[in-house]
């Protein structure tokens, strides 16, 4: 199975600021990744797909990059609803299989 | 718009079968894919499997021959077993709608989780 390593593991950032997590795959997934953000008691909500495209109703300060088994999810200007974790899932290979995930909180 | 919602046992005794259901509203599930994905105390997760438009299915090899998914057209819900359940198969457990093509798939809608306990 592919391995996602996610980092960082945790992250406090201030609001307005830019937040970056990464995702690196144990080998190329070929730019089919995806991210995920979860709330508390909420289920996953798709952000991007394909590694760089915005899902459906997704606000434009999240966006994703990379290829081959380096990918990130940015966050522009962070605000206080984007609290929560994120996780990634690969898609190339069989099984799929998804990272650790990254708890995002406030500073 | 697409909702799933899990439903079955919160807790299930080890040795036993956990058994939930998926119940999909506004998409008929003979037009798509549909999973069951899990996950731990600790946050890993889990695809656990799939079952086609068509009915047939693709499971993850961890789980060997323990699972088994199936569905209801009539009442356009899908269902998952699980045989032989451990402590290590404590989880909450979501039913999903893969999205994208040629066996490569994300997931664009989700159900709200089901916490399942095995415990004695």
């Known amino acids: 199975d592919i391995q996602m390593t996610q980092s960082p593991a945790s992250l406090s950032a201030s609001l307005g600021e830019t937040v970056t997590i990464e995702c690196r795959a144990s080998?190329?997934?070929?730019?089919?990744l995806a991210w995920y953000q979860q709330k508390p008691g909420n289920s996953p909500q798709l952000l991007i797909y394909?590694?760089?495209s915005l899902a459906d109703g997704v606000p434009s300060r999240f966006s994703g990059s990379g290829s081959g088994t380096q990918y990130s999810l940015k966050i522009n200007s962070l605000q206080s609803e984007d609290v929560a974790s994120y996780f990634c899932q690969q898609y190339n290979n069989y099984p799929p299989t998804f990272g650790a995930g990254t708890k995002l909180e406030l500073k | 718009e697409v909702q799933l919602q899990e439903s079955g046992p919160g807790l299930v005794k080890p040795s036993q079968s956990l058994s939930l259901t998926c119940s999909v509203t506004?998409?008929?599930?003979?037009?798509?894919?549909w999973g069951w994905i899990r996950k731990f105390p600790g946050n890993k997760m889990e695809w656990m499997g799939y079952i086609s438009y068509s009915g047939s299915t693709s499971y993850n090899p961890s789980l060997k021959s323990r699972i088994s998914i199936t569905r209801d057209t009539s009442k356009n819900q899908f269902f998952l077993q699980l045989n032989s359940v451990t402590t290590e198969d404590t989880a909450t457990y979501y039913c999903?709608?893969?999205?994208?093509?040629?066996?490569?798939?994300?997931?664009?809608?989700w159900g709200q989780g089901v916490m399942v306990t095995v415990s004695s």
């Open positions: 506004g998409y008929s599930i003979t037009s798509n894919y």
């Open positions: 999903a709608r893969p999205r994208g093509y040629y066996g490569r798939y994300y997931f664009d809608y």
């Open positions: 394909d590694a760089n």
């Open positions: 080998e190329d997934i070929y730019s089919n």
